[in-house]
Every structure is written in structure tokens, then in C-alpha cells.
């Protein structure tokens, strides 16, 4: 109990005595042991690092996922250590809902028809951003927050004992430089210079000690910056390869709607004739030069505008004597009419091109089998 009772008293005095020598120094009453600079540009720096990586952290955290409210939870549910629950995309939903409604209107009817395409493609686009997201946040986000929640707490605790080292160490200064002015009043050698000196020494020792460990630490701040350009590098190629996804998935889509018969631009003509246009003032007309009239042609989608695609049979052409070329399949495809060749992910076919052919098409064989195939489903071997 007495052990108990002086320690507290002694922590007590440290604590006091600390509290005194900051408010002296902010007082500028008391002088200060100033850190080197090659020192103080490592605390700096650490400062500058933990500052931009939560900044980053945070606005990353939106980009992946802009509810708050979600946001919210899913750091709930990780501070309680539990699996966050899956969550449906708004891809995912807009394709439920796409679905849904080409049911009710007629999946067999032109908007049903396109509905049911389209509701397809946000489905994949869904799925495609639930595994960016995923993969960003193991990539890239732990990363981050390992070091806020690991490193840089290790280095905040030993920042604050060095802190500590130091008021301790100024204050036996100020006690020493007390004593040994006594002690030239007094003109003989004081018990209290000796014992101050002897305190010095010590807290001087465990000053030096801990500022160097803090600055092996602070050191290493430099490692973190690798790693966490690494992590940069793999967050860059997850988006990419997302976009890339994304980007291949709509050009489908495009490509599949513009097969469907029936669908158009716009509507191909109007009820109703344009009201006649205003006739410009006389001075107004004659000082406007001359506009060229351009011819314009309504696009219908899905009608071929070379006439090499409107008369290609592939069953009736053949291979051109050289120019042939071995191709890879990226993805699965499905062929819309009898001119088109469906396709496997990772088989290998053999394609050609024709003149007049649209350039994202080509011609594709395996065995007896041959028909249009897409470019961006192929991978062209040399």
C-alpha cells in the first residue's frame, strides 16, 4: 500500500514538474532542447504522410462508396469484427428492375426484347464493380489503413515519450543551472549541484535512447512510401482492368442492338410537317456567306451500310490465298443469325478479312463451320 501510495506521489511530482517546464517554455520563460534538423524534417515528413493518407483513405472510401450511410455501417461492422453483408450494385438493381418490367411488357416485344439485353449488360457491369471494389479495398485501402492503425500509432506513442524525455531533460537543466547559481552564493559546493548533475546525466541517457528509436521509426517512413506505391500500382491496374470491362461490355451491348431488326435512331419520319422557318432580313441574308448543303442520310440501326455486309454469305466465300491468321477467344459469343459464328472463351480459330468488310468484323473458321466474328472478342496471334 505504501509502495502504491509513494509511487502515485512520484508520478504525481514527473508530471507536475513537465507540466511546469511546457508552460514556461510556451511562456518563453524556459529554454528548450532543440531536435536536429535532419530530425525534424523526418517529423515533418511522417506528419505530411499520415496527413495525405488519410485524405486519400477517405475520399478512396467514397469513390468505392459514395452512400454515407453504407459507409457507415461497413465501419461498424468492422469495428465489431464481423463480415459485412453483401451488398446488391446499382447495376445489379437497375437489371432486376429491367427484367421485371420486360416481363410485364412482353419479353418477346421489341422494348422487352431490348430491356431484357440491357438489363444483362448492368448486370455484368454490377458484378464487374462489386470486384473492383473488392479487390481496391484489399489492394489499396488496407494498406492504408494498416499504416494509420498500426505504424503511425507506433510512431504517435514513442513521439510522445520522446516529448517526454525532453521536458524531463530540460527541467533537470533548469535545476542544475538553480543550483550551481546557489551555489555561487554561497560560495561553497552544494549537495543539490551534485544530485542535479547525477539527474542529468540519466535523463539525458534516456533522452538520447529514445530519440533514437524514434528516428529509426521515423526512418521508416520511407519503406512505407514503397509500399504504398506498390498498392498504388495495383488500385491503377484494378481500374483498368474495371474500365476496360466496362468499356467492352457496353460495346457488346451496342453491337447486339444494332442487330435487332425493327429498332431505329429515331423516328423515321414525323406526322406532322416542320414549321416553315423565318426568313432572315434582306441585309442579314446578304451578309452571311454562303453555307455549302450538306446531304444528310438516315441511319436505321441495324441495316448494313456497306454492300459487302448486305450480300456476305460466309458459307459461299473462301479463304483468301494468304492473310490468314490464327485468333484466340477472350469471351463467350453468342451468334445473332446464321451469317455470325457462335464462339467459346479460349478456343482457337482461324479468321480472314474480306475487302469491304466492316473493319470490327472478320470472318472466322473452325473446321466446317464459318461465319462473322467480332474483333474485340479475339485475340490475333502472329
Partial sequence: MDFNVKKLASDAGVFFSRAMQFTEEKLGQAEKTELDAHFENLLARA?????????????TEVL????????????????????????????????QYMTEAANDFGPGTPYGKTLIKVGETQRRLGAAERD????????????????????????????????????????????LKKAKAAEAKAALWSDEVEKAEHELRLTQTEFDRQAEVTRLLLEGISSTHVNHLRCLHEFVESQTN????????????????????????????????????TSPPAVAAATLPAVPTIPVVPTIVGVPNTVAESVLNPNEVKPPASGTRKARVLYDYEAADSTELALLADEMITVYSLPGMDPDWLIGERGNQKGKVPVTYLELLS
Fill in 47 to 59: 506528419d505530411c504522410t499520415k496527413n495525405w493518407t488519410e485524405k486519400i483513405l477517405r475520399q
Fill in 64 to 95: 468505392l462508396q459514395p452512400n454515407p450511410s453504407a459507409r457507415v455501417e461497413e465501419f461498424l461492422y468492422e469495428k465489431l469484427d464481423r463480415k459485412v453483408p453483401s451488398r446488391v450494385t446499382n447495376g445489379e438493381l437497375l437489371a
Fill in 132 to 175: 473492383f471494389i473488392h479487390s481496391a479495398s484489399i489492394n489499396f485501402l488496407t494498406p492504408l489503413r494498416n499504416f494509420l492503425e498500426g505504424d503511425w500509432r507506433t510512431i504517435s506513442k514513442e513521439r510522445r515519450i520522446l516529448q517526454n524525455r525532453r521536458l524531463d531533460l530540460d527541467a533537470c537543466k533548469a535545476r
Fill in 242 to 277: 474495371y474500365y476496360a470491362q466496362c468499356y467492352q461490355y457496353m460495346l457488346d451491348l451496342q453491337k447486339q442492338l444494332g442487330r435487332f431488326s425493327g429498332t431505329f435512331v429515331g423516328n423515321a419520319e414525323s406526322t406532322s410537317p416542320p414549321p416553315a422557318a
